[in-house]
């Protein structure tokens, strides 16, 4: 028996469910004090975060400041994710993401915006390191944890979740789950669909295992008289092409696996040849709407729970 609860975060859809009803309230205390943790730590749409004033105080301190043990780790795991996929998922994307005209949550973004399209910035993620408390980077390049900090997140609260509490729990961060601790009978029931129109795959997760979703459908707006999406490709700090405009990756953890999902809509039709190389499990779906599955993705039912 399971208990689930869901609420807004985020532009998106948080949703928690653990093995133990009684402590459902108690995991979800602890789960939205965590993200709200990571919110101040790491958003880029809030003024008074530590990720929004990092450049100011990078620039105070010639290239180097003291960060939280939190923004410390977020930002860990996205270098050790540009590391693995060959810099596809770089963290210091921030300037060009405004440069293309996401500077301010999703929801805020105007309709249609006709300026052209300059970018400023050269990312360069192999230019920023964090050890110790410290944080040094060039003055002036601007982080974006977008690709790997909700993941993270998911990953942190299932953990807490099971360490605190004891329970069996999933967590669902706009579709990038983390479980933790003992699963239900017959594994977590997920379905994964980008959309109510959308091929749909209804899959079992087996406990303490992970899966994450990136897509180029939602998240877009319109600049200099075009649709743009929020994943961009660092060799050109523009939106990655349109190759795949769904990929779900399964993974031991969530920032695993959704690293592994922004890394093959950047690499295009190269993205598959990159999945196998890396023994991971993955469903694709192309731009025609075609669904393609990568290794041993994870068995399939009828129906969603």
């Keep these: 028996m399971t208990a689930a609860h869901e609420w807004s975060l985020w532009t998106t859809t948080a949703r928690l469910v653990v093995t133990e009803p009684a402590l459902l309230d108690r995991a979800v205390a602890l789960t939205t004090s965590l993200l709200d943790e990571v919110d101040v730590a790491a958003s880029r749409f809030r003024g008074d975060s530590e990720l929004r004033q990092l450049p100011a105080r990078l620039a105070q301190g010639g290239g180097r400041a003291r960060v939280s043990p939190l923004l410390e780790h977020l930002v860990a ?8 996929t060959d810099g596809a998922v ?21 309709a249609y915006d006709d300026r052209p399209i300059v970018t400023r910035s050269r990312p360069g993620w192999d230019r920023v390191h964090v050890a110790g408390g410290w944080l040094t980077a060039p003055p002036g390049l601007e982080l974006d944890l977008g690709a790997t900090a909700k993941a993270a997140a998911a990953d942190l609260a299932a953990r807490r979740v099971t360490e605190e509490l004891g329970t069996g729990v999933l967590v669902s961060l706009g579709g990038d789950i983390a479980t933790a601790g003992p699963g239900p009978e017959g594994g977590w029931q997920v379905t994964v669909r980008d959309g109510e129109d959308q ?23 319109r600049r200099d008289g075009r649709t743009v999406h929020h994943i961009l490709d660092p060799a050109t700090a523009l939106p990655a092409a349109s190759v795949w405009r769904t990929v779900s990756v399964a993974a031991p953890r969530c ?13 295009g039709s190269a993205g598959r040849r990159w999945l196998r190389e890396h023994g ?22 009828d129906q969603a729970a």
């Design 90 to 110: 770089d963290p210091t994307l921030g300037r060009a993401l405004a440069d293309v005209g996401y500077d301010r949550d999703l929801s805020r973004l105007p």
């Design 280 to 301: 991971l499990t993955a469903r694709l779906v192309d731009d025609a709407g075609t669904v393609h599955l990568v290794g041993g993705w994870p068995e399939e039912r």
């Design 77 to 84: 795991v996205a270098l050790d994710a540009a590391a693995w």
């Design 199 to 221: 091929p749909a795959a209804h899959v079992t997760l087996p406990a303490g295992s992970a899966l994450a979703t990136s897509s180029t459908l939602h998240r877009t707006w």
């Design 255 to 267: 920032a695993e696996a959704n690293a592994a999902t922004t890394a093959v809509v950047v690499k």
